[in-house]
């Protein structure tokens, strides 16, 4: 006995440790209710353990290679290169001035909007506050498109958070450690996130395919897609609040698994493939935060001249319109109101019956033929 | 004389390392996998682990050691990405036994045929690794024949440059 283990030693050591590894996935993986199989997304407390470990291994020397590059990047384009600046500069500020005039041109739009949405008690989120975050390494697989970002729940992060840039959206953290936090991408497989095409409304979800790409899945053949359409985010997964820039269509491909429907291929608007930076939304809130109002303050204060010479514009002919006489006849019930009567395409208007007929009353001058529709025409508007 | 045991093989021309190397080449390996996908983008077609467990278990010729450095390896790999922790780690043990239960008995002196080994492990890690999420596990999973391949070539001519600097950390007596 002693020599068949002294034998097949190395044989009975690797079946040991695939048995093990064997047990291990089966603990891991569990049967939805559509009778899928799938990992489980709460991981057991000793797989925990180990990505714990393996991320306390690999994130400090990760957050040191990502320091000096960042260093060596901050000092390259803060003092060494910094050709054509002041053009820039420039161009920033007349960027920022025609902002300002758009934002205050817009406000008053979306406090309407508000005042709407709370009179339809729908509570629409805002972005409220964001963290920034930088990524420090990855998983090394691509069939696991996670990144891992030097934040964790020391700085308040949590599972299920969205990671966007100013481009567009990037993924969700999945798991959280005290000082990192791992976030799964957009363009992975297992990921999913609700969206809309702007101009059809379509809804669909995106994920990723085997490649890395994005792709809509789940929408029903239509030749109204074409290539060049913004995808935004649809608001209805709990994750992403509503609107914010997810790409825009590549192709359209048949779904190869079902005849009727179509996936759409989606260019990301963020650079997945390369982040360095990245905002982590830690909170939605149904208002405008602190920084947006200050901004709103400050578009009014420039605005301010142009806003009041334009509110004067309008309250002139606001007074106007009330001077002028009107095509609505209060008197009337609304069916036969002179507008609403379509049975002469070209109406005779006439004048008002005089209150105090003289010579010059139609009907009354001497040596004109009474006209029977002006005499028995009733008045059909008012003297103002 | 021509014909040697393997045993007698394996005694003869066991490779050793500082305790140091043992720690941090596997360690550099797992960073920089972790690391340099986010700078090389799409085109991360390597996999530094597995050319490192390769290279250690052809050199020590050892299977026991080979499939715990698999092991570790691939656990390790799995412990960074969000699937289950084993399906890597199983890829790498059978990859790491066998490499070092061919490494008794054939030359891997020879770069060409450690370049050829290398390339053929590659895609059986590959295979494994489908294997086992898709067959043993039953989960979907899109995967790419030439994404593989491009992997295996890749992790060819890592190991063309790689092995030749870690036989130079080797311990000569």
Sequence with gaps: ?384 | MSVLGANFRRDMEIRRYPLLVYVMVPLAALVLQAWLPRVVGPYDYFDLPLVVTVYFALGRRNPIQGTLMGAGMGLFEDALSQHAIGVNGIAKTVVGFIAASVGVRIDVENHTIRLILNFLLSLLSSAIFVFTFRVLLGLDLEWQWFTELFRAIGNSLIAMVLFPLLDRLQIRE
């Design chain 1, 1 to 384: 006995m002693e020599s068949f283990f002294t034998r097949y030693r190395n044989l009975i050591v690797l079946l040991a440790i695939l048995l093990v590894q064997i047990v291990g996935l089966a603990v891991q993986v569990r049967r939805t209710d559509e009778g899928r199989r799938t990992f489980d997304p709460k991981d057991p407390s000793g797989v925990r353990l180990i990505r714990l470990w393996a991320e306390g291994l690999v994130a400090p020397p990760e957050r040191g290679i990502q320091s000096a590059k960042m260093t060596a990047i901050d000092v390259w384009q803060s003092y060494l290169y910094l050709r054509h600046v002041r053009e820039q500069n420039q161009d920033l500020q007349k960027t920022v001035d025609r902002l300002r005039l758009e934002q205050a041109a817009l406000l008053e739009d979306a406090r309407q909007g508000e005042r709407l949405q709370a009179l339809l008690d729908f509570q629409h989120r805002y972005i409220y506050t964001t963290l920034a975050a930088q990524a420090i390494g990855s998983s090394g697989s691509d069939q696991s498109r996670v990144f891992y970002l030097d934040k964790g729940s020391d700085n308040g992060l949590k599972p299920d958070m969205a990671v966007i840039t100013a481009d567009g959206i990037v993924g969700k953290v999945r798991d959280v450690f005290p000082t990192t936090a791992q976030v799964l991408m957009i363009n992975d497989q297992t990921s999913g996130a609700g969206v809309i095409l702007e101009t059809t409304r379509i809804r669909g979800i995106l994920t990723g395919n085997a490649s890395g790409r994005l792709e809509v899945v789940g929408i029903l053949a239509d030749d109204r897609i074409k290539p060049g359409e913004k995808v935004l985010t649809a608001g209805g997964d709990l994750v992403f609040p509503r609107g914010l820039p997810v790409g825009e269509v590549e192709k359209v491909v048949r779904d190869p698994d079902r005849d009727a429907f179509i996936d759409v291929i989606v260019k990301p608007a963020a650079h997945i493939d390369r982040l360095d930076e990245v905002l982590v939304i830690t909170n939605t809130q149904p208002r405008f935060s602190p920084e947006e109002q200050q901004d709103l303050a400050t578009s009014e204060a420039v605005m301010g001249a142009e806003a009041a010479a334009i509110k004067d514009q309008l309250k002139a002919s606001e007074i106007m319109a009330e001077r002028l006489p009107g095509l609505i006849d209060p008197n009337l019930p609304p069916e036969q109101q002179p507008l609403l009567d379509t049975s002469n395409p070209n109406p005779v208007t006439h004048p008002p019956q005089a209150l105090h007929p003289d010579r010059f009353t139609p009907g009354d001058a001497p040596g004109t033929v009474p006209d029977s529709g002006a005499q028995t025409a009733k008045p059909e508007r008012n003297p103002q």
